[in-house]
């Protein structure tokens, strides 16, 4: 079983760079993944070695391990542990990305158109008191 390489505690990065503890978590096991220092396969330590190792909570751990799941880097198995998963997931190309930014956009806009909508019928239903 690998072994995990860590740098030090995040606790004084966090206050001088701003970047929140578990993103910077996320950073340190995703580049460890993409790098083949974490081989599919390999367990990642417990929440609680994680939080003693970084310096921080169980619930920032948890955050980190949520992004990871999500980003498909690695699998849990129930009473096991996490796990980097076998095949990591395809990074998405520029012409994809910029396809989802495009669509993202259009969706803001049309939350937006929704939402002046809505003030509008509020102002009409609720009207203050004269």
Do not use: H, N
């Not at 806009?109 to 009409?124: F, N, T, V």
């Amino acid at each position: 079983m690998a072994s995990l390489r860590w740098c030090a505690p995040l606790e004084g990065v966090v206050e001088k760079t701003g970047r929140p503890a578990y993103l910077q978590i996320v950073d340190e096991i995703r580049g460890q993944i993409r790098s083949g220092s974490l081989a599919p396969g390999t367990a990642l330590p417990s929440i609680a070695q994680l939080g003693e190792r970084f310096d921080v909570s169980a619930s920032v751990v948890k955050a980190a391990i949520s992004v990871l799941r999500t980003e498909g880097l690695v699998v849990g198995q129930q009473g096991k542990g996490v796990f980097v998963r076998d095949s990591a997931p395809a990074a998405v190309d520029d012409a994809s990305g910029d396809e989802v930014l495009a669509q993202l956009a259009q969706m803001r806009e049309i939350l937006k158109g929704l939402g002046d909508r809505l003030a509008a019928l509020e102002s009409a239903v609720f009207r203050a008191p004269k």
